[in-house]
C-alpha cells in the first residue's frame, strides 16, 4: 500500500517537556487533542479525516493511537508562536495512551517505513497489525518501555558509545574518572564515569547482552562510593544501564532506584 492510500499513519514527535508548553509539546498535543504538524511537512495533505494514527516517540517507541477528526487547520500566529513556517493541527479524537508503551527496538526493523526521522509516514495493515501485537505482548507481560535508544558499532562497546554520548545529554568526566575508574575492593571498577548539563555526575554501567536487576545493586554501589568520595556538596550522582536487552525485573528495580534505562543497539 502506498503512503498515497494509506489509511493509518505513524505520527513522530519528542518526548513530553522537549518543546516545553508549546503547540509542538507532547504534553500541550494530549491535553488540548489537537496534534500540531507543519504545512509544509512531507505527506500531511495525504492524512485525512477517519484516519488511525500511532504515535511514537523519536528513539524510544508507540504510546498510543487516535484517529483523525477533522481536516487540518491553520493556527493563527499567536497560537503557533513560530514565525519560520505554518503551523496547523489536526484535531484528534478517540485518543488512547497505552498503560504499556511499545519500545521502538521491538517493531522498528519490520516496519515498512525505515526512515527513523520521519515525521509523518505511511503505515501498512502489516505495520498496524505488527505494532497492536507488540502492544498486547507488552500488556500482558507488563513490560514497559525503556528511557532511550542509541545506536552504536559493533566493537569495543565503551568506545563505540562515546560519540553518542551528547545524545544523553553526556560528556565524559575528569580524564582521572572517566573510564575504568577503580573504586578500591569490594566495590569495583565503573565503566564510564560522565557529567551532564548540571556538572552532576553520571555513572554509565554498559551491558552487551541481556542484563538482569542484579546491574542495579552494582550501579548504586558505585552512586555511594562517588557520592562519599569524590562528589562535592553540590554534585548529585546519577546513574545510566545502557544494555543491549533487558528484562522486566531490570526495569522496575532500575525505576524504583531512579536509575535510567537506555536501550543500545549494535550495529
Excluded at 261 to 267: A, I, K, N, S
Amino acid at each position: 500500500m502506498s503512503e498515497r492510500q494509506s489509511r493509518s499513519w505513524l505520527f513522530a514527535n519528542k518526548p513530553e517537556g522537549s518543546y516545553k508548553s508549546s503547540v509542538w509539546d507532547m504534553s500541550t498535543i494530549l491535553k488540548t487533542n489537537n496534534y500540531s504538524i507543519k504545512q509544509s511537512e512531507k505527506n500531511r495533505a495525504k492524512v485525512q479525516p477517519g484516519h488511525v494514527v500511532y504515535m511514537r516517540i523519536y528513539g524510544q517507541g508507540f504510546i498510543g493511537r487516535f484517529v483523525v477528526a477533522g481536516e487540518w487547520r491553520v493556527l493563527g500566529k499567536r497560537e503557533q508562536k513560530w514565525e519560520r513556517a505554518t503551523v496547523g493541527v489536526f484535531p484528534m479524537s478517540d485518543v488512547e495512551i497505552w498503560s504499556h508503551s511499545v519500545p521502538q527496538s521491538l517493531v522498528f526493523a519490520d516496519l515498512s517505513n525505515q526512515n527513523h526521522r520521519l515525521r509523518i509516514a505511511g503505515a501498512t495493515p502489516d505495520d498496524t497489525n505488527l505494532i497492536e501485537c507488540a502492544r498486547k505482548i507488552c500488556g500482558r507481560l507488563s513490560i514497559g518501555g525503556v528511557d532511550g535508544e542509541v545506536i552504536v558499532l559493533e566493537r569495543g562497546l565503551e568506545e563505540a558509545i562515546k560519540p553518542s554520548l551528547p545524545k544523553l545529554g553526556l560528556s565524559l568526566a575528569e580524564k582521572r574518572l572517566r573510564q575504568q575508574f577503580s573504586m578500591g575492593v569490594g566495590v569495583g571498577r565503573s565503566d564510564l564515569i560522565c557529567t551532564d548539563e548540571s556538572e552532576d555526575l553520571v555513572v554509565v554501567e554498559l551491558k552487551r547482552g541481556l542484563s538482569s536487576d542484579q546491574v542495579v545493586g552494582q550501579i548504586l554501589s558505585y552512586i555511594g562510593w562517588l557520592r562519599e568520595n569524590i562528589a562535592t556538596p553540590s554534585q548529585s550522582v546519577k546513574g545510566i544501564i545502557v544494555t543491549g536487552d533487558y528484562d522486566e525485573r531490570l526495569r522496575l528495580a532500575a525505576k524504583a532506584a531512579g536509575i535510567r534505562v537506555v536501550l543500545v543497539r549494535l550495529g
